[in-house]
C-alpha cells in the first residue's frame, strides 16, 4: 500500500507548483490568481528507495518496481471555507479522502505573486486554514450526533461506541483544538476512523521558501518549525520553484544543481520520508531474478497481513515467511550467500515486519 497525502493551503502559496514538481506534469495549472486548480490533480509517484536500486543489482533483476505514493492537490482554501466560501465544500471533501495533509506555507517574500490576505504570515495562514476544518468538523459532528439519537436510544452498541467518539471529538473542537488531540484507544480506533474527521489527519507542515534560502530556511519557516514542534507535528523546507527546476532534469544533472544549491537531496525524497514518518509507515522488499520490488506497510504489520499487501490469498494462505534482513542480504551478496551464512530466517504468523525486510513468502492456494 502507498498512501494518499492531499496538498492544501491557501491560494498563491505554491501548492500547484510543488504538485507539479512531484509529479513532473503540468497537470495542475500554476498560476498567480486564486482558485486556478478547480479539480483536485491526483498524481502517483515513485518513493525514491536506493536500496531497491542495491538489491536489484545483486540479484540482478530484470525490472525494478518502487512502490508508490499518491499526491492530491486540492484547490486553495480561503477564510469562509467550511461556511462555502470560493470553493469550500468541494475541498473539504476532497481532503476527506486523504491519509494525511501537506499544509504548504508561504515562506517567502515576492512582491509578484499576490497574497489572498495581502500579507505574508506563514502561522496565521496555518490558523486560518486549521479553523476552517474545525469549524467543518464541528458542523459535521452536529449534525451526525442529531441523527444517531434514535439509535442510542435503542442500545445499539456500535451507536453508544460512534455517539461517545463523536463527543470527545466535539469537546476537543469546542476548545479550538483539532480531532487528532483526543487520546483514542485501540478497541476505539476503527469507529474512531470511521468519523472521517478532517481535523483527525495527521499533518505536514510545508515550509515554500525562495531559491537562495532552501539550504538554510529563513525566519519564517523558522517560525513554523517552532509551531509544528509545539503541536507534535512535523515540518519540511522546500523550494517548490527549486523542485519544478529539478523535475526536468535527468538525474546526474539534478544531482549535480543541488550540490550548486548545497542539498544534499532532493525536497521530494524528504517530504516522502517525512510523510512515512507521519503515518508510521515502513517498506520491505521482494527480490529475484525477474524484479525487485518494495512494498509499503504499517510499523507493526505481522507477516500475514505483509503478505496481504501482495495478494489476498498470500495472506488466507499464508505458512511461513522467508526473511532476509537488508543489511545481511548485501554484505553476503544475495540470497544464497546470506542462507549459507545463516542469516535466512523462517518467521511465523506472529512475526512482525521490520523496515527493509527482504521476504519470500510460502503459503497455500
Same mark, same amino acid.
Given at each position: 500500500?502507498?498512501?494518499?497525502?492531499?496538498?492544501?493551503?491557501?491560494?498563491?502559496?505554491? @501548492?500547484?507548483?510543488?504538485?507539479?514538481?512531484?509529479? &513532473?506534469?503540468?497537470?495542475?495549472?500554476?498560476?498567480?490568481?486564486?482558485?486556478?486548480?478547480?479539480? #483536485?490533480?491526483?498524481?502517483?509517484?515513485?518513493?525514491?528507495?536506493?536500496?531497491?536500486?542495491?538489491?536489484?543489482?545483486?540479484?540482478?533483476?530484470?525490472?525494478?518496481?518502487?512502490?508508490?505514493?499518491?499526491?492530491?492537490?486540492?484547490?486553495?482554501?480561503? &477564510?469562509?471555507?467550511?461556511?462555502?466560501?470560493?470553493?469550500?465544500?468541494?475541498?473539504?471533501?476532497?481532503?476527506?479522502?486523504?491519509?494525511? !495533509?501537506?499544509?504548504?506555507?508561504?515562506?517567502?517574500?515576492?512582491?509578484?505573486?499576490?497574497?489572498?490576505?495581502?500579507? *505574508?504570515?506563514?502561522?496565521? /495562514?496555518?490558523?486560518?486554514?486549521?479553523?476552517?476544518?474545525? !469549524?467543518?468538523?464541528?458542523?459535521?459532528?452536529?449534525?451526525?450526533?442529531?441523527?444517531?439519537?434514535?439509535?442510542?436510544?435503542?442500545?445499539?452498541?456500535?451507536?453508544?461506541?460512534?455517539?461517545?467518539?463523536? @463527543? /470527545?471529538?466535539?469537546?476537543?473542537?469546542?476548545?479550538?483544538? #483539532?480531532?487528532?488531540?483526543?487520546?483514542?484507544?485501540?478497541?476505539?480506533?476503527?469507529? %474512531?476512523?470511521?468519523?472521517?474527521?478532517?481535523? +483527525?489527519? #495527521?499533518?505536514?507542515?510545508?515550509?515554500?521558501?525562495?531559491?537562495?534560502?532552501?539550504?538554510?530556511?529563513?525566519?519564517?519557516?523558522?517560525?513554523?518549525?517552532?509551531?509544528?514542534?509545539?503541536?507534535?507535528? +512535523?515540518?519540511?523546507?522546500?523550494?517548490?520553484?527549486?523542485?519544478?527546476?529539478?523535475?526536468?532534469?535527468?538525474?546526474? $544533472?539534478?544531482?549535480?544543481?543541488?550540490?550548486?544549491?548545497?542539498?544534499?537531496?532532493?525536497?521530494?525524497?524528504?517530504?516522502?520520508?517525512?510523510?512515512? $514518518?507521519?503515518?508510521?509507515?515502513?517498506?520491505?522488499?521482494?527480490?529475484? #531474478?525477474?524484479?525487485?520490488?518494495? %512494498?509499503?506497510?504499517?510499523?507493526?504489520?505481522?507477516?500475514?497481513?505483509?503478505?496481504? *499487501?501482495?495478494?489476498?490469498?498470500?495472506?488466507?494462505?499464508? !505458512?511461513?515467511?522467508?526473511?532476509?534482513?537488508?543489511?545481511?542480504? =548485501?554484505?553476503? @551478496?544475495?540470497?544464497?550467500?546470506?542462507?549459507?551464512?545463516?542469516?535466512?530466517?523462517?518467521?511465523?504468523?506472529?512475526? *512482525?515486519?521490520?523496515?527493509?525486510? =527482504?521476504?519470500?513468502?510460502?503459503?497455500?492456494?
Amino acid at each position: 500500500m502507498g498512501f494518499r497525502m492531499g496538498i492544501v493551503g491557501l491560494p498563491n502559496v505554491g @501548492k500547484s507548483t510543488l504538485f507539479n514538481a512531484l509529479t &513532473k506534469t503540468a497537470a495542475a495549472q500554476a498560476a498567480n490568481f486564486p482558485f486556478c486548480t478547480i479539480e #483536485p490533480n491526483v498524481g502517483d509517484v515513485a518513493v525514491p528507495d536506493p536500496r531497491l536500486d542495491t538489491l536489484a543489482e545483486i540479484a540482478g533483476s530484470k525490472q525494478i518496481i518502487p512502490t508508490r505514493m499518491t499526491f492530491v492537490d486540492i484547490a486553495g482554501l480561503v &477564510k469562509g471555507a467550511s461556511k462555502g466560501e470560493g470553493l469550500g465544500n468541494q475541498f473539504l471533501a476532497n481532503i476527506r479522502e486523504t491519509d494525511a !495533509i501537506a499544509h504548504v506555507l508561504r515562506c517567502f517574500e515576492d512582491d509578484d505573486v499576490t497574497h489572498v490576505d495581502g500579507r *505574508v504570515d506563514p502561522v496565521s /495562514d496555518a490558523e486560518t486554514i486549521e479553523t476552517e476544518l474545525i !469549524i467543518a468538523d464541528m458542523e459535521s459532528l452536529e449534525k451526525r450526533l442529531q441523527n444517531i439519537t434514535r439509535k442510542v436510544r435503542g442500545g445499539d452498541k456500535e451507536a453508544v461506541q460512534q455517539e461517545r467518539l463523536m @463527543k /470527545d471529538a466535539m469537546a476537543m473542537l469546542e476548545q479550538g483544538k #483539532p480531532a487528532r488531540l483526543v487520546e483514542v484507544d485501540a478497541e476505539d480506533a476503527k469507529q %474512531w476512523r470511521m468519523l472521517q474527521l478532517l481535523t +483527525s489527519k #495527521p499533518v505536514l507542515y510545508v515550509c515554500n521558501v525562495s531559491e537562495e534560502e532552501a539550504a538554510t530556511g529563513n525566519a519564517l519557516s523558522q517560525q513554523v518549525a517552532e509551531m509544528a514542534a509545539a503541536q507534535g507535528n +512535523s515540518h519540511v523546507v522546500i523550494s517548490a520553484k527549486i523542485e519544478e527546476e529539478i523535475s526536468q532534469l535527468d538525474a546526474e $544533472e539534478a544531482e549535480m544543481f543541488l550540490s550548486e544549491l548545497g542539498l544534499e537531496e532532493a525536497g521530494l525524497d524528504r517530504l516522502i520520508r517525512a510523510g512515512y $514518518e507521519l503515518l508510521h509507515l515502513e517498506t520491505y522488499f521482494t527480490v529475484g #531474478p525477474k524484479e525487485a520490488r518494495a %512494498w509499503t506497510i504499517r510499523q507493526g504489520t505481522a507477516a500475514p497481513q505483509a503478505a496481504g *499487501v501482495i495478494h489476498g490469498d498470500f495472506e488466507r494462505g499464508f !505458512i511461513r515467511a522467508e526473511t532476509i534482513a537488508y543489511d545481511d542480504y =548485501v554484505s553476503n @551478496k544475495g540470497e544464497q550467500g546470506a542462507k549459507e551464512a545463516g542469516k535466512m530466517r523462517a518467521e511465523g504468523k506472529t512475526y *512482525v515486519v521490520k523496515d527493509g525486510d =527482504v521476504l519470500h513468502f510460502l503459503f497455500n492456494t
